[in-house]
């Protein structure tokens, strides 16, 4: 069974710190995809990053970074210098890449808030 | 360029009632997955279909179908709905055949009351 975790309920910082969002994932899958979607106050999930077992590449994207670690299981999503709008739900989600499927799995996700 | 349509974006019903909701996914997009998410809670898996047949089965409470249409558009049929059953659900969509992620329409909120 998959499982996604991630244990930071709620984060708060302040305005342009640094912030860095933990995710740790459990699956039997030796391919699988990891996500990161944002879901501010208005509900919408927002997708931000996908990223599949073989490739363990860190990525970059403009303030948001990730870093995989498949040795620990691990997906973090970092966000420099943070802002008021980066305030939001973050949710952690894994998919098995099995048939037609792409059933996420989430994890309970971690409510950051920025301050200004 | 076009994203996942659902309707409505509120509804409120009464205990007992019946609810219809619809999703229509990204044009040439084969497979629309259902999720339901509970205040402060996680997006739950409920139900998804290939090519107009069920792909897979999360936790849907017999209350509840689906089906894909013939025009790949989805509808959630609700019954007896209860209080518990207010939530955001969500409707996603992708190509099985393209190695991309499930697009997310914007969610509708039924509220029971």
């Known amino acids: 069974a998959q499982k996604v975790t991630q244990a930071q309920t709620e984060i708060s910082v302040v305005e342009k710190e640094d ?52 040795s620990t299981s691990s997906f973090n999503f970092t966000i420099t210098a943070s802002q008021v709008v980066d305030s939001a739900v973050y949710f952690c989600a894994l998919s098995e890449a099995k048939g037609s499927a792409r059933q996420l799995t989430f994890g309970s996700g971690t409510q950051l808030t920025v301050l200004p | 360029a076009a ?65 894909q249409f013939s025009d790949y558009h989805s509808e959630l049929n609700m019954s007896s709905l209860e209080l518990g059953d207010s939530a955001l659900y969500f409707c996603a969509s992708s190509h099985d055949g393209s190695d991309t992620e499930a697009f997310f329409g914007q969610g509708t909120r039924l509220t029971v009351v």
């Open chain 2, 3 to 67: 994203g996942v349509i659902q309707s409505p974006r509120h509804l409120i019903k009464e205990k007992r009632e019946t609810a219809t909701l619809k999703c229509y996914p990204i044009p040439r997009h084969d497979t629309v997955y259902w999720y339901q998410q509970g205040p402060g809670q996680d997006p739950q898996f409920l139900i998804s279909f290939y090519e107009k047949m069920q792909s897979d089965k999360g936790s849907i409470p017999d209350r509840f179908s689906a089906q």
């Open chain 1, 19 to 70: 912030v860095t969002l933990d995710c740790v994932y459990e699956t039997r899958d030796t391919t699988y995809y990891l996500f990161w979607y944002k879901q501010p106050p208005s509900g919408e999930l927002v997708f931000l990053i996908r990223r599949n077992s073989f490739d363990e590449q860190n990525e970059i994207s403009g303030r948001y970074s990730w870093n995989f670690q498949k």
